[in-house]
């Protein structure tokens, strides 16, 4: 969709970019700061393949504080960017055969990486009519002796859906029960509305033991270009994800690491103007989307994405989202990219300006007529 709309650019077309996932804010000064003082003062070296020790105590005690729960330096494994929490996780937890279950509509790179090593990804349905949340009963049917791992996603991409508490205290039970991991990624965990919290499966009894939270700095801190993230797991576990890092990656760019370490420890206050800002954007586009002839929108709980039902407007996600680039030039992802139980749904990334919202809901409309 991306190389699509940019091929029409290139042609001269004017075309609103609501596809890509990011923030459209600049890192924040403080943090750019740090880390061009950091290159200045020459930190270019390597460094240990699991992160620098500051890092890793800054990302143990704010990650603990915020999820109400003890978290030692040791447990943390830092990455260029979350994916590799993600992967390598994956990598080490499990064998060729092995079941892991993931959300769909999800992450594209929760199946892709499952498969890559040789697992067999299971999908579970997140439902609309459950605020898409996981569909409990289709979770624990799909649950036997060959399931190794379970992969959660709250707030979530693409839907902006939140777990509950109560359905993470059923998934927890039937997790212990199996004697199976969990792979909670909670890179959005920062990006939630109307003064919500988000639980964390793992602060839940006797789930730190089987539990890998990743997180990381792109969403919160709108860096997505420095590459930092983190996983937080059993220190045995994190041992065997840090030989892969060792053997892979590396190490993660010192200078980059300095300015998580001042994200962390500096002033919040830009978070939470850039969390009012975004909830001000979900409002607009929820209540223009709703507006609309044959499309419906619930409002999403967390993340930077409205995820609107086109069902009635006849159109597959793939043809909605061909058309509407083609013909008004609004770039969205058809809802089939994130899963076959996404289709009948788009995404949309209100991590633009109020004034692009605006004028892509205009132009939505003018395509429905």
Known sequence: MLTRAQALEAAGREIIHLEIGQPDFETFDHISR?????????KTRYNPPAGLPELRQAIARDAGERRGMEIHPGQVVVGPGAKPGLFFATLALLDPGDEAIYPDPGFPTYPAMIAAVGGSPVPVPVREGNDFSFDLGAFEARLNERTRLVILNSPANPTGGVIPLVDLE???QAVQALDCWVISDEIYARLVYDGQQVSSIAALSDMAE??????????????????LGFAIMPETLAGKVELLLTHSVGCTATFTQLAGVEALMGSQAAVATMVAEYQRRRDRIVAGLNALPG???????????AFPNISATGLSSREFARRLLEEVGVAVLPGIDFGRYGEGYLRLCYATSMAMIDRALDRMAEFLR
């Open 170 to 172: 059923r998934i927890a």
């Open 295 to 305: 499309i419906s929108c619930r409002t999403p709980q967390g993340a930077f994405y």
């Open 210 to 227: 089987r539990t890998v939270i990743v997180d990381g700095f792109s969403k919160t801190y709108a860096m997505t270009g420095w590459r």
């Open 34 to 42: 740090s880390g061009m003082q950091a290159i200045a003062a020459g």
